[in-house]
């Protein structure tokens, strides 16, 4: 007998429910809902931040009509045509909404505002260099003694003006131990934030079969004017480059001379002149005194 209550009493409550449903969804009601908001005829040059996600709107009609149209992603259109960079204010009365045919709502307008405040900004652009990460230090000076070429080494950010001026560098992911034993692989680039792009969203690497490395040359003789000669008078240079430039390079192609200008001490400073690939890492001594 208690068993059949039970059920007797779980059916109505159920049944209940499903009448309470059935008027909530067939008769009229007025609430609000947040309409997800569309900028129409933007200008080109301009770009734009912190915009409302969704205006909240005042509708009228039945229940199931509403749930449809939260469904539906319908969205205001709002005419942007006259924005101008910095801080602007849109009037929400020249809107539209296409309601799909089959909703059958009254839009009574915007419920708490009559307008935005968005931030339009310039487009802007320039080409800034690719620069790698490592994940660790181990990865880094490995990396530092092979010879690689970016592909590409350089890239176009795009962007409000006042973000695009603060980039200096696109950075790669970060190079792993295992990349760093491969010859050929691809980085992703790490993206700045949603308003700011870069013209590629990958850059190759690869690396060359070669490695830089250093080499010092000793016993150098220092070029003096004609009848001038100075003291010391020959140097040792130390020199970088690509390993397998450095195997075949001859010191004859290094040329030291000396600045005309002396210091407060009467001491010239030394000029090296290199090959093109080969860079100067130190010279010892760095100064002479002239005879």
């Known amino acids: 007998m208690f068993r059949e ?3 007797i009493r779980i059916f109505s409550l159920v049944l209940a429910v499903f009448v309470w449903v059935q008027s909530q969804l067939t008769t009229e009601h007025r609430t609000v809902v947040g309409l997800p908001v569309n900028l129409k005829s933007v200008p080109k040059n301009i770009t734009l931040e912190r915009l409302p996600q969704s205006i909240p709107f005042q509708v009228k009609g039945k229940g ?4 449809k149209l939260k469904l539906s992603h319908t969205k205001v259109s709002i005419d942007a045509s006259k924005i101008q960079p910095g801080v602007d204010i849109i009037s929400l009365t020249d809107y539209t909404i296409d309601l799909p045919e089959n909703i059958n709502i009254t839009l009574l307008g915007p419920a708490d505002q009559q307008e935005i405040a968005v931030h339009a900004d310039v487009f802007h652009q320039k080409k800034v ?8 230090t181990f990865t880094r000076q490995r990396f530092a003694s092979l010879k690689f070429e970016l592909v590409p080494d350089r890239v176009i950010v795009f962007g409000p003006k006042n973000k695009v001026q603060a980039i200096d560098f696109a950075y790669t992911e970060a190079i792993t131990r295992e990349m760093a034993s491969e010859r050929d692989f691809i980085l992703k680039l790490n993206a700045t934030g949603d308003d700011v792009s870069f013209s590629e969203t990958q850059v190759r690497v690869r690396v060359s079969n070669s490695y830089n490395t250093s080499k010092v040359l000793d016993n150098l003789k220092i070029i003096s004017e004609a009848g001038k000669s100075c003291f010391p008078s020959h140097a040792t ?4 480059g690509d390993s397998e430039l450095l195997k075949q390079f ?3 192609n290094v040329k030291i ?4 200008e002396a210091d407060t001490q009467g001491l010239h400073s030394l000029k090296v002149e290199l090959p093109l690939g080969i860079e100067l890492v130190a010279i010892t001594p760095d100064k002479v005194r002239i005879k």
């Open 250 to 252: 001859d010191p004859v």
């Open 64 to 67: 199931l009509d509403i749930i």
């Open 129 to 136: 260099p690719v620069q790698l990460s490592y994940a660790d």
């Open 5 to 7: 209550n039970l059920g």
């Open 257 to 260: 001379t000396i600045s005309p």
């Open 237 to 240: 240079v130390k020199i970088a």
